[in-house]
């Protein structure tokens, strides 16, 4: 965590600690946001693992984490069915409009909007950032999603921006170090 990480967890260290789900975009938060085909066609996309480790962690912690997507690919599909095993669930590709889907998460974990991070990087996910109880921007999302996120993350997507925020929320509520001594 950088210092500027570090300074905004402090004067977010409140709505840290309420967070029981974390809803992730995937391109340009946890991927770089390129998008790669081969001579068939086939997509790929390149994820970071120091963010596969941040929702195995959150996960354990009992945070759910959500997956919203208007994109469709099996990349995706492949990435994310590696942490069911882990209790992982929500998995919603082929959305654009996430505002429904948030509500529908509210709704089936009977939480409150104070109790959801939202990561997002571009247009389609400013209505949620607004609406959530804190939200988070890689450094390199588009300036309107830069303007209001509440914590602006010094990484770029797909370079570990969501372990970032993983780890800002399990040490807000006190149990990182768990994490740490595990290993």
């Keep these: 965590m950088t210092i ?17 789900l974390l809803v992730s975009d995937i391109d340009g938060v946890m991927t770089d946001g390129r998008l790669i085909f081969d001579d068939n066609g086939v997509e790929s996309k390149f994820f970071h693992t120091q963010d596969g480790m941040g929702i ?10 959500a997956v919203i997507s208007g994109s469709n690919s099996n990349a995706i599909k492949t990435r994310f069915d590696k942490f069911r095993k882990h209790g992982f669930e929500d998995l919603i590709l082929g959305h654009e409009n996430k505002m429904p889907i948030i509500l529908t998460l509210i709704e089936k974990y009977g939480l409150k909007e104070e109790e959801i ?40 997507g797909g370079y570990g921006a969501v372990r970032v925020v993983i ?8 149990i990182y170090n768990e994490f740490i001594k595990e290993f």
């Design 4 to 20: 500027r990480d570090y300074i905004s967890y402090l004067f977010n260290i409140n709505k840290l600690k309420k967070i029981k």
């Design 56 to 65: 195995v962690m959150a996960l354990k912690a009992g945070i759910k984490v």
């Design 117 to 156: 991070a939202y990561i997002g990087d571009d247009l389609i996910d400013l209505k949620v950032m607004k609406y959530v109880g804190i939200s988070f921007s890689p450094k390199d999302a588009h300036h309107e999603a830069l303007k209001i996120a509440d914590i602006v993350i010094n990484k770029r």
């Design 167 to 174: 780890d800002m929320i399990l040490k807000a509520k006190g």
